[in-house]
């Protein structure tokens, strides 16, 4: 599925409401564009009278950081007296906003990436996938999930041709993600003066009974298991999914935000931060994490300033796990039910997660009306490496076997190499199925340079049995950020740009830098 990714950051030599916006991944070359612009003060203004409306006690106290004399409201958006709040005004608001922050992210050649993006997916039958990385964080709060081009469209987070997500570019590399075929939840209740802990499980159980319930037994549905922990201790908690194999780990009971990730309060006397959770879950596989808590989308504020990277969804994204659900704002119990019993009924037709929310998310407004908030309240963090799959189909699962040698092949099997041609250069022997190449140690060849990505590329083998002899034939393809792998061909080197291209024993590589080392590809006789 193609991949549209987009960052925003603010630009702190030049004022401080000026902002770049560009894009980070695009499926096509020259869709990489930038653009500087001004945070509009008229944005400032509608942004606090949304907060005035619809925030609840987890409002985040940041001191504006925005300059400049705010201009009055169109006339239409006089705000009216309070008995009034849930009528049309605030039906007006939620669609000036959305629409405001559309314009002020989608002008020019941003625009027009995104829609040469879109057309690119509908010519491959498929969605978008759109991810956003907000590295301000005075403006993660804001419900960017609400943005709409025109009065009449829906909302992109709703969009039936785009996948709406959230991300982080700063990230730990995936953990080996295991194929599920079933959806395996631990349900965790932490201490909280305000949950009746056995009643709340009773419930969540309930709702995730009758999200398998209305599935009845379909084979398109894949079975769900659930097992609870109420009020366990760190130890406990880490035991428990240590020692069994879960692919989601939901958690509901008291927090704080802070520096860290926050406090989950496990017990009275005894928690666990962001950083420390998310150590056990990259280490045990949960590929999904599901905090049904008013604080887990917010950044956490020392003297009425956003601390960055602070949210507990960003903590977890970045330390590598792949999928992160959490809410923007306090949200009811009743509106919490409804959209885990929606959103656990999509996981289990094998939907991606980001589509599985857009599903679940459709199911609030269906209930709770565009004007109210509820909506609105979900955010999703997913990996930047993350395909966004929970389970697959039987159809669709892979086989993993022990070797890949073919018996009774009588013929010898070529080595492959990759060798340094620098003095003393090293000579890295190649995968007989993926070579993983880039930055970081989880790679099969590392290169540590500046200019190469952390997942840059990977050779391919390929082999064919014709008339029992085993031929094999390796290919190079590009993963790299900004396309930065090389070969050389006889007219000079030329970029590989994302693609897929046959290696022939002799032929010299590069990999990020024009200048970088230069590499040889060799096949030789075993």
Known sequence: MPSLNLAIARLLNTGTDNFAIWVVKAPYPSGYV???CVWPVELTQVWQEWQQMFAGHSRLDISPSISGRVNPFPINLISPPSSQATGPYSSRLMQYLGISLWRWVFDGSILGSLERSRGIAMGQHTQLRFRLEIRDPDLIALPWEIMQREPGQSAMSFSQDLLFSRTSSEVDPLPYLRTDQALSILLVLGHDDNLQLEQEAAILQQTLADATTGAGNSQKYAPCIVNTLLQPTPQELIQ?????????????????PGPDG????????MTLNGIELAQVLTRTGVKLA???????????????QAVPASSLAEVLIRHGVPAVLGMRDEIADHESHSFIQAFTEALRSRKPIDEAVAQARQELLTLYKFNQPAWTLPVLYLHPDFDGELIKSFDEGITELPDTAIPEIGSPVPIASLR???????TWSLRSGVTRIGRTRD?????PEPSVSKRHAEILCRNTLTDATLVRTYYL????????TWFLAPNGWQQILREEVPLKSGMQLKFGSARGETWEFIIEDS
């Open 240 to 256: 428990e999914l240590e020692t069994k194999a879960y692919n989601v780990f939901f958690y509901a009971g008291h927090g704080l």
């Open 443 to 447: 790679n099969d060849i590392v290169i």
């Open 34 to 36: 930038l653009r500087d």
């Open 420 to 426: 340094a041609l620098s003095p003393g250069g090293i």
């Open 290 to 304: 599901v905090f049904n808590a008013c604080w887990g989308a917010q950044p956490a504020a020392i003297n009425h």
């Open 477 to 484: 393809q590009d993963l790299s950020t900004y396309g930065t």
């Open 262 to 269: 926050g406090l989950l309060f496990l017990r009275p006397e």
